[in-house]
């Protein structure tokens, strides 16, 4: 569990200046934001790169079950996820959805986190899932308290109804290939 935490300590603690205006600019001004978004970058993908060394390490070596998640829970969970990829979608193809949910990759975070942590009562997953809830509910509390000026960056050229036709046809399609057989093959775990 060593790499996981570590790795969990590292992503969110780089995460973590995005929220702190006053040292992100700080470190801007000394590194150059080339230099910042570089050492960002580096730092969140190492952090990363050891989640998910930790993860499957904990995985492999069976991290002690904190509860036993009943099989309704996982049916849940999968209805919890059916928006996952459409918020995750919108996030980047600007539309009405965006325009609604705000950040909806916070959204897509926390309902991702809160659908794995009703389906998974192992430590590692209460850890990895569970960090990830807290984040992005600390992120969304962030963002609320930024002046309107400070929250993100150029204004995106708005696509309408394309847009939340491309983020809900794509999302779908990525749920659905997520559920056939992109889950097993990517984490060995099959939701069904």
Known sequence: MF?????????????????????????????GEGGYKGLYSLVSAAGLALIIFG?????????????EAPTW????????????????IAAYVPGRIKTAVKHPMLVAVK??????LLANGDLASVLLFGSFLAYAVIDRISLKRRPASDTGGAPAIQLGAAGDIIALVGGLALYGLFVWKLHLWLFGVSPM
Request: glycine share 8%; aromatic share 14%.
């Open 55 to 67: 993860y499957g390490q904990a995985r492999f070596e069976g991290a002690p079950l904190v509860y």
């Open 3 to 31: 790499y996981l935490i570590a790795g969990l300590v590292l992503f969110f603690g780089c995460h973590g200046v995005t929220m702190k205006r006053d040292l992100r600019t700080r470190l801007i001004t000394r590194l």
């Open 111 to 116: 309902l991702w986190s809160l659908a794995h």
């Open 73 to 88: 829970l996982r049916h849940m969970a999968l209805l919890l996820l059916l928006p996952v990829f459409v918020f995750l």
